[in-house]
Every structure is written in C-alpha cells, then in structure tokens.
Antibody, heavy 118, light 106 residues
Framework: EVQLVESGGDLVQPGGSLRLSCAASGFTLNDHVMDWVRQAAGKGLEWVGRTKNKDSNYATQYAASVNGRFTVSRDDSKNLMYLQMNGLKSEDTAMYYC?????????WGQGTLVTVSP | DIQMTQSPSTLSASVGDRVTITCRASQSINTYLAWFQQKLGKTPKPVIYLISTLESGVPSRFSGSGSGTEFTLTISSLQPDDFATYYCQQYEDHPTFGQGTKVEIK
C-alpha cells in the first residue's frame, strides 16, 4: 500500500527555518516525481516545489513565492523527501502536503501544519 | 507559468443534477491534467488524472474530458457525498492549480 507521512510542522517565528520530511512506503521513491503542495486556512491549493525522478536527474523546480528560500531534496536510500524552509514569512503559514506522481497518478500524505507567528 | 482558471467559483445544485465544472489553461497543455475533490478539513482526493482517467474507487458518475486549453469535470447525477470543493491542476511542469469550485446544496 502506498503511504506518505509528513512530519516536522511546527510554530516558528518570522525569519526562522524549518525542515519538513515526507516518509514514503509501499513504493520505490526514485521512480517518482515528488511535490510539496500547501494550503492556507480557507484558501486554495498552492504548488510549492518539485523534485523530479532519477531519470530526470532529480531536477528541482519551485514556485516563485518560495524560490530562493525553500529547497526540496530527497534521499531515495531512506525513501525520504525533505522541504527545507528558510526566511519564513507569515504568508507561509499553511498545511503542507507531500505528493508523489507515477504514470500520471498521484498519492497524497495527510499533511503537516506550519505556523509562522511571533 | 501556466495559469488555470476554473469556473464557476461556486455552483449551487440539487441531488440528481448534472454538474459541469470548466478549467481553462493560459496555454495549451498536454495530457497532465487532474481533478481533485476536497471536503472541509480533509486531504484533497484525486478524482481524475490524465484528463479523463478515473481514479480507482471513484464512482463512474464522474468523468473528465477536454484538450488543449479547455477541460471539464462532469458529475452525471450529483449525490450527497459529492458536495465539496473541486480543483483542477496541470502537473506536467511547474504545476498550477485552479482556484477551486465549491459545489453546494441548492
């Protein structure tokens, strides 16, 4: 069974840093394109960043709103993906979801909550 | 980046109605178009992927179609469990979501 479990969400002050993790099970991570998606309370879904699969040399992409502050990485040997978030702003407050893609289909984790507040 | 525009933003309908939600892309996209259903406080649930492929376990009253820049999600006969917010997403490269369509009880 495919399962994604996010962790690392917390309350952090503006300007601070946080690292989220996504643990995958039931599949081999290196075949999958992996995304981070976030959703602020009462708002729509926003794609944050992507790490492509082994065939694409694990290339990364970012939304303009986080480019230069957030970094997506993965450790396929541990079946883990990460989101390093630096220079956090109040507008980064959201539920963060890990999403995996294979053959056009996707699977979502349950999310981890990040709150940026003094 | 490709912009995705959904319409309508809110849709009021009754059980048994046929419902159609439209998603327009700012430029032509290939086949990487998905639809998600989200209920309050829950994780988004994939409904359709690759424009028209029904996700496993999703009822056959849901269907997707379209090409180029215009795509639709249709619910042939709305059921009580279908009242939710629906999002489209292009996911080939630099993914983007539509702003969502809330399907509410009329």
């Amino acid at each position: 069974e495919v399962q994604l479990v996010e962790s690392g969400g917390d309350l952090v002050q503006p300007g601070g840093s946080l690292r989220l993790s996504c643990a995958a099970s039931g599949f081999t991570l290196n075949d999958h394109v992996m995304d981070w998606v976030r959703q602020a309370a009462g708002k729509g879904l926003e794609w944050v960043g992507r790490t492509k699969n082994k065939d694409s040399n694990y290339a990364t992409q970012y939304a303009a709103s986080v480019n230069g502050r957030f970094t997506v990485s993965r450790d396929d040997s541990k079946n883990l993906m990460y989101l390093q978030m630096n220079g956090l702003k109040s507008e980064d407050t959201a539920m963060y979801y890990c999403v995996s893609w294979l053959s056009g289909r996707c699977f979502w984790g349950q999310g981890t909550l990040v709150t940026v507040s003094p | 980046d490709i912009q995705m525009t959904q319409s309508p933003s809110t849709l009021s309908a009754s059980v048994g109605d046929r419902v159609t939600i439209t998603c327009r892309a700012s430029q032509s996209i290939n086949t990487y178009l998905a639809w998600f259903q989200q209920k309050l406080g829950k994780t988004p649930k994939p409904v359709i992927y690759l424009i028209s492929t029904l996700e496993s376990g999703v009822p056959s009253r849901f269907s997707g179609s379209g090409s180029g820049t215009e795509f639709t999600l249709t619910i042939s006969s709305l059921q009580p469990d279908d009242f939710a917010t629906y999002y489209c997403q292009q996911y080939e490269d630099h993914p983007t979501f539509g702003q969502g369509t809330k399907v509410e009880i009329k």
